[in-house]
């Protein structure tokens, strides 16, 4: 009873006709949450650097857009999310003027650099501070004051599963994204009577060209880790990411492992839905035991891959 009460109740959102933004739109996870946002018949507008690529990606979207034949407009804005937060703001304006006000605000910019923490070039901690987290602060920000004024809107952030349990080589990473965690904990709470709801994703492993880019530098170590999870698709992602967005849901977690998870690390994030919230509060005992399990496994990765290099450096020496 007390749990019923205390899981405020969920707001579905109709996506048709509204002007979704998405950061990092070009490629990859965000490139897909666009294409799906394309066939729930949204105006998308595409937010990246790199104008190559947003304008492949673009025309990519209109064609599906016209083949829906709802006259659906895409567009794309190149805006370096690192930069300070006035030019991003005047950026977001722009794309308000053929589109209207930015209903939906998909966070999804990101960027990985994978290495032993002494390993890690300072200047590299500061860059994923800036590209994953307060890029969404400043987006977010670009965004909210209208949709306070309607009365509407929905802001989603893409974590990851490192940010619900970090492990060896993230450590420029994993905090970024436990970061997001924590602004849309609190977002979710300050914009509750604005009837704005926030929600957050944490994609595993995903297929996409910036992962194939991190395997060819990304520790053994690592490496042996995230085997574990399996990979799974961009659109695997996105189309549960949009589901839940639409049904009102807060967290987005794929996979067993990832359901596992989510589970485990609710803690005192909201929850909406009466059923997930009774399964965190009857299954996070036995989760943690399972938890424990694989940290040990991990850390045993960790002693065997020292003492393998360890080895080879002996042998060297000799």
Same mark, same amino acid.
């Given at each position: #009873?007390v749990?019923? /009460?205390s899981t405020?109740?969920r ?5 048709r006709g509204?002007?979704a933004?998405v950061?990092?739109?070009s490629?990859g996870i965000?490139?897909?949450?666009a294409?799906?946002?394309?066939l729930k018949?949204c105006?998308v507008?595409i937010?990246?650097?790199n104008?190559?690529?947003?304008k492949a990606t +673009?025309e990519?979207l209109?064609?599906?857009a ?7 407009k ?6 370096d999310?690192?930069?300070? /937060?006035?030019d991003i703001?005047?950026?977001v304006?722009k ?6 006000p930015?209903?939906i605000?998909?966070?999804n910019?990101g ?5 032993g923490?002494?390993?890690?070039k300072?200047?590299d901690f500061?860059k994923?501070?800036?590209v994953?987290?307060l890029?969404?602060?400043y987006m977010?920000?670009a965004v909210?004051?209208?949709m306070k004024?309607r009365?509407?809107g929905?802001?989603s952030?893409?974590?990851s ?10 450590s420029?990473?994993s905090?970024?994204? /436990?970061a ?7 977002l979710?709470m ?7 709801n926030v929600?957050?994703l ?5 297929d996409?060209?910036?992962? @194939?880019?991190?395997?060819?530098t990304?520790p053994e170590?690592?490496k ?8 799974f698709?961009?659109?695997?992602v996105?189309v ?10 807060? +967290?987005t ?8 998870l989510?589970?485990?690390?609710a803690?005192?994030?909201p929850?909406?839905s ?16 399972? #938890?424990l ?6 850390n045993g990765i960790v002693k065997? +891959?020292?003492y393998r290099? @360890?080895?080879?450096e ?5």
């Amino acid at each position: #009873m007390v749990i019923y /009460f205390s899981t405020p109740s969920r707001k579905t959102i109709e996506l048709r006709g509204k002007h979704a933004l998405v950061t990092g739109g070009s490629k990859g996870i965000g490139k897909e949450i666009a294409h799906q946002l394309i066939l729930k018949g949204c105006h998308v507008t595409i937010v990246a650097r790199n104008e190559n690529d947003l304008k492949a990606t +673009c025309e990519e979207l209109q064609l599906l857009a016209d083949q829906m034949g709802q006259k659906q407009k895409v567009q794309w804005a190149s805006i370096d999310l690192t930069k300070n /937060f006035e030019d991003i703001e005047k950026s977001v304006r722009k794309t308000e003027v053929d589109f209207g006000p930015v209903h939906i605000l998909i966070n999804n910019a990101g960027h990985s650099v994978q290495s032993g923490f002494e390993d890690i070039k300072v200047e590299d901690f500061e860059k994923q501070m800036k590209v994953n987290y307060l890029s969404a602060v400043y987006m977010t920000r670009a965004v909210v004051a209208g949709m306070k004024a309607r009365r509407a809107g929905h802001i989603s952030f893409v974590s990851s599963a490192a940010g619900q349990c970090a492990i060896y080589g993230y450590s420029a990473y994993s905090p970024t994204k /436990f970061a997001l965690r924590g602004f849309a904990d609190v977002l979710h709470m300050e914009l509750l009577p604005y009837k704005i709801n926030v929600s957050l994703l944490y994609p595993p492993n995903t297929d996409t060209e910036g992962f @194939k880019v991190e395997l060819e530098t990304m520790p053994e170590e690592t490496k042996l880790m995230s085997d574990s999870a399996g990979l799974f698709s961009p659109q695997d992602v996105a189309v549960a990411h949009l589901a839940d967005i639409e049904s009102g849901q807060y +967290c987005t977690t794929i996979g067993l492992d990832g359901w596992m998870l989510g589970v485990l690390t609710a803690g005192a994030s909201p929850e909406k839905s009466l059923a997930r919230a009774l399964v965190q509060s009857s299954c996070a005992g036995l989760f943690r035991a399972v #938890m424990l399990c694989y940290i040990g496994y991990f850390n045993g990765i960790v002693k065997k +891959c020292y003492y393998r290099r @360890k080895a080879v450096e002996e042998e060297k020496e000799e």
